[in-house]
């Protein structure tokens, strides 16, 4: 027993022997600080893993909380516009064109009777006879046998004319015909200038007489000639050309000395072709 209080009393020794308390006397034990211990991360939870059998879908839609200002349900709502669509793009100049849709001529009104002045308008310079066209009142104004035409102070005037250019021709002239419409004639044509003379033998519808040069320019008009009367109606002495219409007619559109005719026969016209 007393060896052990021996031995304790020894190693107390040993063990205070480093540090000695000094001022008051006492002896304090101090011993190594150890640090405290580290907090350990919390271990992590382990994961349960993802059924296979179960696919991942889309999250549904979160309850949102209406805004205070939001309107209520059923009022309506003013839409903000809506961008302008863009321009649309431009057709280049070189782009094809249709052509153009034909469209019917329009109608040629019929010739009034009985034919009168037909003013200051201009008269196209045809050829003769233009048979590409057919057009047999000769609406167009195309010179032509057929078609003959007096211009004066008055304005123009047409005539759709039988031409007698033998001398059977003119010899038969308008004997035995007992109707003749307004603006329809006869032109008488001798081959030079001559003195000419008509009468009315067998002629059945007053006639005016209009005698003309080798220019086609007016040098008499005798009114309204008697039908069946043999007087010698002289014309003059350098006529060429006679145009024979319905009695009354010259003095009604005014054809007179110095008027003009028109007429692919008049070669050498003062009013030509």
Known sequence: MGKRLVALSFVAALVAWPVLGQ???????????VPPPMPSAPAAEPVEPLD??????????VAETPDAD??????????????????????PTDAPVDPPVATAPDEVPPVLEPILPIGDEPIADAGVDPAAKPDPDNRIGACRSDTLYVRGDFGK????????KTAEDRAQGLMNVDF?????????????PQPVAFWMKNTLIPL????????????KVHHSATPGDLTSIPGGDQVQFVLE???????????????????PAVRRAAWPC
């Not at 001022?23 to 600080?33: P, T």
């Not at 003749?180 to 081959?191: A, D, I, R």
């Open 23 to 33: 001022g008051d006397g006492s002896v304090i034990l101090e011993q190594e600080a």
């Open 52 to 61: 296979s059998a179960d696919p991942v879908g889309p999250v549904g839609p």
């Open 70 to 91: 939001a309107p209520e349900d059923g009022v309506p709502v003013a839409r903000a516009p809506s961008d302008p669509e863009p321009p649309a793009e431009e057709v």
């Open 157 to 164: 005037a047409r005539f759709a004319v039988d031409v007698a």
């Open 180 to 192: 003749m419409p307004t603006s329809k004639g006869m032109l008488f044509v001798y081959p030079a």
């Open 208 to 219: 005016d007489m209009i005698f003309a040069d080798s220019h086609g320019v007016v040098v």
């Open 245 to 263: 219409i319905n009695g009354g007619l010259a003095k009604m559109l005014r054809i007179e000395e110095g008027s003009q005719i028109r007429h």
